[in-house]
């Protein structure tokens, strides 16, 4: 039990972080680079996602695993769709790219984490 609420407080504390930042961006903070802004109401959107994923797998490990798996196919179609509009010379920052490997890369591990959980 102690796994699993370790694992969903990283998905609502990830979300969060999410929110804050993209709601800042979104309210006009310059971030220091140029914005794709059809990513950042996704990833603002997604923020929230992040939370209630956090919250399914408090309740249970199965569906914790189902909902960080539907996100993290959901942030990797996306980082495909932003790195074939980034080659095509698109207004998507290289800034971009990393963040939405970076969230790719973590519900990836949250996945396979609760998958473990989930089976145990």
């Known amino acids: 039990m102690t796994r699993r609420r370790i694992l969903a407080f990283v998905a609502i504390a990830f979300g ?26 996704f990833n603002f959107a997604m923020g929230f996602a992040y939370v209630a994923a956090g919250v399914a797998a408090l309740r249970s490990a ?20 932003i790195a074939v509009l980034h080659a095509a010379g698109a207004a998507v920052a290289v800034e971009s790219l990393g963040a939405m490997s970076l969230r790719t890369a973590v519900w990836l591990g ?5 998958g473990r959980e989930a089976v145990a």
């Open 16 to 41: 969060l972080l999410t929110v804050v930042q993209g709601g800042r961006v979104l309210a006009g903070a310059d971030p220091g680079y140029v914005v794709f802004r059809p990513l950042l109401v």
């Open 62 to 81: 199965a569906l914790g695993r189902r909902a960080a798996g539907a996100i993290f196919a959901v942030n990797l179609l996306v980082l495909v769709a």
């Open 110 to 114: 949250l996945y396979l984490a609760q």
